[in-house]
């Protein structure tokens, strides 16, 4: 199903067949808490190339997001490490048109996870851990201050 709504890799301008892709949480899974993380919900699911799922975990200042319209479209969002907003509506929505409709069954992430299994902290907030915690605050303000729709 994520595959027929995003038939390539997400990231803007790469073209990367979506079945040669892996499915990324945009917001992070959260292994230890599945709850409290990223949920595996099509909202917060696409699919990105190897490159570009390693760019995202490990390259620093990139930032993605998945947003759900007042429509029921999905639309990508990156921001560059130098605040380049990129967004791109996924391709496939009139295949399923009401499917941003259907409510979730989660609530919002309150606590993102580490994007590895074996990643767990040794403190209390791993690097990781606090770099995705300051993504989902810049999530979270990109989505008050700069309303899409
Ligand atoms: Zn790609
Ligand atoms: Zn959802």
């Not at 892996?22 to 992070?28: F, G, K």
């Not at 969002?77 to 409510?103: F, K």
Request: charged share 20%; with cysteine; hydrophobic share 30%.
């Amino acid at each position: 199903m994520i595959r027929g709504l995003f038939p390539t890799c997400t990231w803007p301008g790469c073209d990367r067949p979506a079945h040669r892709c892996q499915l990324d949480h945009v917001t992070e899974f959260n292994h230890r808490n599945p709850e409290a993380g990223g949920p595996t919900c099509y909202c917060n699911l696409n699919p990105k190339c190897l490159f570009h799922h390693q760019l995202k975990t490990f390259g620093d200042g990139w930032l993605d997001d998945q947003i759900v319209d007042a429509h029921g479209a999905l639309w990508t969002e990156v921001t560059t490490p130098h605040g380049i907003t990129v967004r791109t509506r996924a391709l496939n929505t009139w295949l399923l048109p009401n499917l941003g409709l259907i409510p979730c069954g989660h609530g919002p992430p309150t606590a993102p996870g580490t994007t590895e299994p074996g990643d767990e902290p040794t403190r209390t907030l791993t690097r990781t851990e606090a770099k995705h915690a300051y993504r989902q605050r810049l999530r979270a303000r990109n989505r008050t201050e700069d309303p899409p729709f």
